[in-house]
DNA sequence: TTTAGCACTTGAGAAACAATAGTGCTAAAA
DNA sequence: TTTTAGCACTATTGTTTCTCAAGTGCTAAA
C-alpha cells in the first residue's frame, strides 16, 4: 500500500525530476514535505522497495522508475485547465473556419510540437468507410492523362498516368467509362480486385492496348490506399538531456525514418493513451502519447513523444483540447 | 604551380582520408608513391603550404582543407562510369515507364541515398508556366465540397472547402462558373490576382455569402503554388564520423528542419553543381550537390548532402545518370 | 515515529603518466 | 639537386590515480 504521503513523495520527486532532469536527493524535499531528510529517506527507501522509484547509482539520488511513472499518471496527477499562452497559439488554429478538419490536424500537432518541444507525428490512412463517388479523366497530351479518383467523403486522390504513344484514345475512354460504370460506390479497398477481376477481363477483348492501359490504372489506384506520415520538430526530442548520446539519438532518427516503425505507432484504442518505455515500441526511453481520430471517414492516429520524464499533465490536456475539437466537427 | 607528382599526391590523401576519415600520415603512401617518406613529407609541406592540404594538430597526418576538395574535384577527378550494382537497382526505376517524372525522380533520389549513405533532398516547385485548364467543384455533402484544378501541364491539385450551412448550393455553382470562365489560361502565379481584382468584385453584386465563398477559394488556390520538400536518409549523415558530436547531430536535424534553410538549396544553375564546406549554406562540414530540373513546366532542385569527405567521383556519375535521364523524358 | 550524526559509496572531473603516430630538420647518399 | 635515413620533438589518446561533492543507510537518541 502507499501511504498519502509517500504519493505526495512520489508526485513531488516526478514533478521535480520532470523539471530538472536530475536525480532527487532527500534534502531537497525537506521543505515541501516538512520533515527532516531522514524521514524522507526512509519513505524514498520504500517506494523503492515496492519499484517506484529507481537509483542511478547505490549513492544516488532517486529517480521514478517506468512503474512509478505509470502509478503518477494513473494515480496522482491531474489533468489542468489549458494554460493561457497554450491555449491561445491553438485557438487561432481551431478556430479557423475555412481550414479543412485534416488541415486543422496537422496545424495543430505542428504547434504543440513547438510548444511542448517534443516530437509529434500525425498518421493519416484512407479508409475503407471510403466509396468512390467519380472517376475523372483529363487528358493533358498525347501520352499523358490525369485521373482523379474522388470518394463520397470528400477524399480526392490524383494521378499521372503516361501512356504509350500507341493507344489509342478513344480506347482509353471506352475503358475509363467502364471503370466508372464499375467502380462507383465500391469501397476504395477493393478497388484494385474490382480493376482486377471485373474490368481486366473485359477490356482485355476489345482494347488492344489492355496490358498497358490496365497496368497504368492499377498503379494508379494503388497509390490511393496509401498512407500518409507527418512527423513534426525531429529536433526537439534530440535537445532533451536524455539524448545526450550520439548513439541514442542515431537510433531516434532511424526510426523516425523508418516507415515501418513509425506505422506501427497506429492507435486502435479509442481513448487518450500513454505508452511509458517498454510498453512502447519505439524506444525504452521515452513516452508515447496516442489516440486514434476518425472523420470523414478517414481515420488515423495523432502520437506524441517524448522522454518518459515528460509533461504528462500538459500534454494530455493539449491533446484532449485537440481530440475534442476534431470529433466534435 | 602543382606538379603532376604533387597532384598524384593529392589524389592519394583525398581518397585515403575519404575512405579511412582518417589523417593521412606520409608512411603509408610510400608504396604508392614509390618513394620515401621524407620525400613525401616535403611534398606534403609544400601543398599545406599552398593550402591544398591541413594537419589537425602539430604533429597529425595531413587532411585536405576546403581548397584541396576544391582542387581535387576541378582538376584530379574523372567521373567513372556508372558502377555495375548501383546502375541496376536505378535502371528498375528510371525504366519503369508507368512511373511518372516525378515519381521517378521521388524514387531514384530515394535509392540513391541508400546506396551512397548521403542524405537527398528533392524540392519541387510548381512554375509559373502552368496555365489553368479546367476549374471543377465537386459536392461533397450541404457543407462541404472539393474543388479541383487541372493545368495544361498536368498537375492537379484539389483542396477540400468547408462552406458554412448558410450558403445557396446555387450561389456556389454560379462563383464556380464565373471562376472557370475568368480563370482557365491564367498562369497559376497569377490566379490570386484574377481572384481578387476581377472574380471577387462581381460576386460581390449577387452572390449573398459572397465573403465566405471569396475567402474560401483563395485559400484552395493559395496552398496550389506551395513548394514540396521530400528529405531522404536522414539518418545516413550522421553514421558519418564527422557527426560524432551531439551537438553537431542536433544542429544539422534542425537544419533539415527548418524549411526556410531546406529551401535555401533552391538551384538556380542548369548544371551539376558542387558546394564544399562553406561555400554552401547549409554546413561547414559538409558538401551539398545540386542540380535543376525542369520538366512539364515544373522546376525542382535535386541535391545530395554528404561529409566534405564524399565520394565526389560516384555521387557526380550517379546525379548525372538522373539528370541526364530526367531531360529526356 | 522522527531526527541528528556519521561512516560509506559512487560518479565526475582533474592531474599525471605512458604509448603512439606522426612531424620537421639535418646531414649524408645518390 | 634531389632523395633518404636518422633523430629529436610534440599533440593526442587512453589509463591510472586522486580528490571532491552529493547522497545514501544505519544507529542511537529525542
Redesign the interface.
Known amino acids: 500500500m502507499v501511504s498519502k504521503r509517500q504519493e505526495e513523495l512520489l508526485k513531488l520527486i516526478v514533478e521535480d525530476y520532470i523539471k530538472t532532469a536530475r536525480p532527487v536527493g532527500s534534502k531537497a524535499l525537506c521543505d515541501s514535505m516538512k520533515c527532516s531528510s531522514a524521514t524522507i529517506r526512509s519513505e524514498m527507501n520504500y517506494l523503492e522497495e515496492i519499484g517506484l522509484l529507481e537509483k542511478t547509482h547505490i549513492s544516488s539520488g532517486r529517480v521514478p522508475s517506468e512503474k512509478g511513472y505509470r502509478y503518477y499518471v494513473d494515480n496522482i496527477m491531474t489533468p489542468r485547465e489549458l494554460n493561457g499562452e497554450d491555449m491561445l497559439k491553438l485557438q487561432t488554429i481551431v478556430d479557423n473556419?475555412?481550414?479543412?478538419v485534416?488541415d486543422i490536424i496537422l496545424k495543430s500537432m505542428e504547434i504543440i510540437s513547438e510548444l511542448t518541444h517534443y516530437t509529434t507525428i500525425v498518421l493519416g490512412k484512407k479508409s475503407s468507410l471510403n466509396l468512390v463517388?467519380?472517376v475523372?479523366v483529363?487528358p493533358?497530351?498525347k501520352n499523358?492523362i490525369?485521373a482523379?479518383v474522388?470518394t463520397?467523403?470528400?477524399h480526392?486522390e490524383?494521378?499521372?498516368?503516361?501512356i504509350?504513344g500507341d493507344v489509342d484514345s478513344i480506347e482509353i475512354k471506352q475503358t475509363v467509362d467502364l471503370i466508372n460504370k464499375l467502380i462507383v460506390g465500391t469501397s476504395i479497398d477493393s478497388v484494385s480486385e474490382v480493376l482486377e477481376y471485373q474490368i481486366k477481363p473485359i477490356i482485355a477483348q476489345y482494347v488492344k492496348q489492355h496490358e498497358v492501359l490496365y497496368?497504368?490504372f492499377y498503379?494508379a489506384f494503388s497509390d490511393f490506399t496509401n498512407e500518409s506520415v507527418r512527423v513534426n520538430?525531429?529536433?526537439n526530442i534530440?535537445?532533451q538531456p536524455e539524448?545526450?548520446?550520439?548513439d541514442k539519438?542515431?537510433d531516434i532518427?532511424?526510426k523516425?525514418?523508418d516507415k515501418e516503425i513509425v506505422k506501427n505507432i497506429k492507435e486502435e484504442d479509442n481513448g487518450i493513451n500513454i505508452y511509458i518505455g517498454s510498453e512502447n515500441d519505439f524506444d525504452d526511453d521515452v513516452t508515447v502519447i496516442k489516440t486514434k481520430y476518425t472523420i470523414?471517414g478517414e481515420e488515423g492516429t495523432i502520437a506524441l513523444i517524448g522522454p518518459k520524464r515528460m509533461e504528462y499533465e500538459r500534454v494530455i490536456t493539449l491533446l484532449e483540447y485537440i481530440k475534442d475539437n476534431i470529433d466534435s466537427r
Open positions: 473556419k475555412s481550414l479543412v485534416n463517388q467519380k475523372e483529363i493533358i497530351d499523358n490525369v482523379i474522388v463520397d467523403k470528400g480526392v490524383h494521378k499521372s498516368i503516361y504509350p497496368n497504368a498503379t520538430g525531429r529536433k534530440l535537445m539524448f545526450n548520446d550520439t539519438i542515431r532518427i532511424s523516425f525514418e470523414n
